[in-house]
């Protein structure tokens, strides 16, 4: 078990990015290239290319989603879109750029292929 956004789990992440191969995603989740920067006691920035999480920050983003570690930790922990929601309404996540693109993650079909590395992503972290 690696502690959620700490090198060692992006390491780990890495990993398994390469070993999942190609995931198979539908179109609209296979063009999301979004920046998202965690702030807390330590600031973490990754992105999300490929529907695959990577360490630090691309400049051809779309978008970027700035988030309160404890917040997503929330949003992890529930799995609840609608949490997601309200934290954005009360400001614990800021948008900069297009947010269209966010909001199509909210209705995205992720593909088996996804589920299973993410769900391998989970075995492996500690929160």
């Known amino acids: 078990m690696e502690k959620f956004l700490s090198q060692a789990w992006f390491d780990k992440v890495n ?3 390469q070993s999942a191969g190609d995931l198979n995603l539908p179109p609209n989740l296979a063009n999301v290239l979004l920046n998202a920067k965690v702030t807390g006691d330590e600031s973490v920035e990754l992105h ?3 529907g695959k999480l990577h360490q630090g920050l691309v400049e ?3 978008s970027t989603v700035t988030i ?6 929330q949003i992890i922990a529930n799995n609840d879109v609608n949490q997601a929601i309200e934290a954005f309404m ?3 996540i800021r948008i900069d750029g ?3 693109q966010v909001m199509a993650l909210q209705s995205a079909k992720p593909s088996q292929e996804q589920k299973e590395l993410f769900k391998k992503i989970l075995q492996i972290t500690e929160f």
Do not use: H, P, S
């Not at 309160?68 to 930790?73: G, K, N």
């Open 98 to 100: 297009d947010m269209t």
């Open 90 to 92: 009360l400001g614990k």
């Open 48 to 50: 999300l290319k490929d």
């Open 15 to 17: 990993e398994l990015n």
């Open 68 to 73: 309160d570690c404890d917040t997503l930790l």
């Open 60 to 62: 051809n983003a779309i």
